[in-house]
């Protein structure tokens, strides 16, 4: 999985609570992302960043947030977890000029 | 809004016969790209295609781009099991600076079963 690692990689929570998703690389790649998938929609971009402190919303944003305060950790953040966001969640990474993105083993998440 | 739609949405031939997907998508790309997924796993890098290319071969992959449809093709020859896995498409903007920088827009998949 080309140095990228995802905590937790599963994780129950209950409607209404914050949860946090990390996304940690050993690559030194400047891009990362967030995306969701879900059965009937393929992978959806939530959020993506072009380098530390430098992130933009992506297809699937509303709800969730971004932090990138090192080049090797991206965090997403659900501030009020909801039912609709009951998903797998992958993160990838690319270089620039490289249109290849790298993918972590993903995090199921499941809200009650 | 989803930008490739692959086609069939699920596959299933005999270990040995050759598979082929479709995608189509909307927009003008850059490049289109395919990836696999094994269940439960992260997504793999197959094979890139660029905008001005109409055909590309990697191992037992072959895929087809057609600018004019905006579709594209993949194809597997003598398929293993092993490649029981799902298929994605994933295609970038004209628009965008490139180097991926501004995320991907996948298609929603093809499942291939092998039966052995």
């Known amino acids: 999985d080309a140095g990228i690692t995802q905590s937790p990689r599963h994780k129950v929570t209950e409607t209404g609570t914050p949860v946090t998703l990390r996304c940690h690389q050993t690559e030194n790649h400047r891009y990362m992302y967030w995306y969701r998938q879900d059965p009937g929609h393929g992978l959806r971009l939530i959020h993506y960043s072009y380098g530390v402190k430098d992130t933009d919303k992506g297809e699937v944003s509303d709800g969730y947030s971004v932090s990138r305060s090192k080049t090797e950790d991206f965090l997403l953040t659900l501030e009020s977890a909801t039912s609709s966001q009951t998903s797998v969640y992958f993160c990838?990474?690319?270089?620039?000029?490289?249109?290849?993105?790298?993918f972590g083993p993903g995090t199921r998440l499941l809200v009650l | 809004s989803q930008q490739g739609e692959e086609d069939p949405q699920a596959l299933s031939i005999q270990e040995g016969e050759n598979a082929t997907m479709n995608c189509s998508y909307k927009t003008s790309i850059n490049n289109l790209q395919w990836y696999r997924q094994n269940s439960g796993r992260g997504l793999v890098h197959l094979i890139l295609i660029r905008s001005n290319e109409r055909e590309k071969h990697s191992g037992r992959l072959r895929v087809t781009l057609d600018t004019s449809k905006k579709s594209s093709s993949l194809l597997i020859t003598a398929s293993r099991a092993a490649d029981t896995a799902s298929y994605f498409c994933?295609?970038?903007?004209?628009?965008?600076?490139?180097?991926?920088?501004?995320?991907?827009?996948f298609g929603k998949g093809t499942h291939l079963i092998i039966q052995p």
């Open positions: 994933a295609t970038d903007g004209a628009g965008y600076s490139g180097g991926g920088a501004d995320g991907l827009t």
């Open positions: 990838a990474i690319s270089a620039p000029g490289e249109e290849t993105q790298y």
